[in-house]
C-alpha cells in the first residue's frame, strides 16, 4: 500500500469510527476493532473473516500492556515519549500475523526483560529494529493492519 492510499484509508477509518461509541466496524471488507483514549485511538483490523473476539482481545491486551507501562497515563505525549515500549509490546503480542500473547501481565514482562538489555545510548538503534520488527511481524494475510494511534488528534483529519 503506498503512502497516499494509506492515509486515505486512515482517513476512512477515522471519519466512520470517531463518532461511534461501538468498538467494531465493517469496512472495505475489512474487520475493525478500535477504542479511543483522550487524544489516541487504537485500531486493530483483520480480514472479514477473522473473528472479531481474537481481534478485539489482541487491541484490549495491547491497550492494557501500554496501560501498565505508562502508570495508567496512557495519552499522546506519554506514547510518543516510549514508543519503543509500543513497538515492543507489539512485537510480543503478535508475530507474522499470528497472535502469540494475549496477557498484559506476560507483556509488560517481556517488554520489561527486554528494555533492561538496551542501553541508553542505543535507543535510537533499538526504536529503528522496532519498526522493522513491527512491519515483519503483521503479515497482511491474517492481520492486514496493526494501526496504533493512527490519529492523535480530530484536528488532522479535518482540514
Known amino acids: 500500500m503506498e503512502v497516499k492510499e494509506q492515509k486515505a484509508f ?3 477509518i477515522f471519519n466512520k469510527t470517531h463518532r461511534t461509541d461501538s468498538e467494531i466496524a465493517l469496512l472495505e471488507g475489512l474487520t475493525v476493532v478500535y477504542k479511543s483514549n483522550i487524544d489516541l485511538y487504537f485500531y486493530v483490523i483483520g480480514s472479514s473473516h477473522e473473528n472479531e473476539l481474537m481481534l478485539m482481545s489482541v487491541l484490549n491486551c495491547l491497550f492494557d500492556s501500554l496501560s501498565q507501562m505508562l502508570r495508567k497515563n496512557v495519552e499522546k505525549r506519554a506514547l510518543l515519549e516510549n514508543m519503543e515500549g509500543l513497538f515492543l ?5 503478535v508475530d507474522g500475523g499470528v497472535i502469540l500473547e494475549s496477557d498484559p501481565q506476560q507483556v509488560v ?6 528494555g533492561d538489555d ?5 535507543q535510537t538503534v533499538t526504536q529503528v529494529r ?3 520488527a513491527l512491519q515483519r511481524h503483521l503479515s497482511p494475510s491474517q492481520l492486514l493492519c496493526f494501526i496504533v494511534a493512527l490519529r492523535f488528534t480530530h484536528d488532522s483529519f479535518r482540514k
Open 10 to 12: 486512515e482517513k476512512n
Open 89 to 93: 509490546a507489539v512485537d510480543e503480542i
Open 109 to 114: 514482562h517481556r517488554v520489561a526483560l527486554r
Open 118 to 122: 538496551v542501553p541508553l545510548t542505543e
Open 130 to 132: 522496532a519498526v522493522d
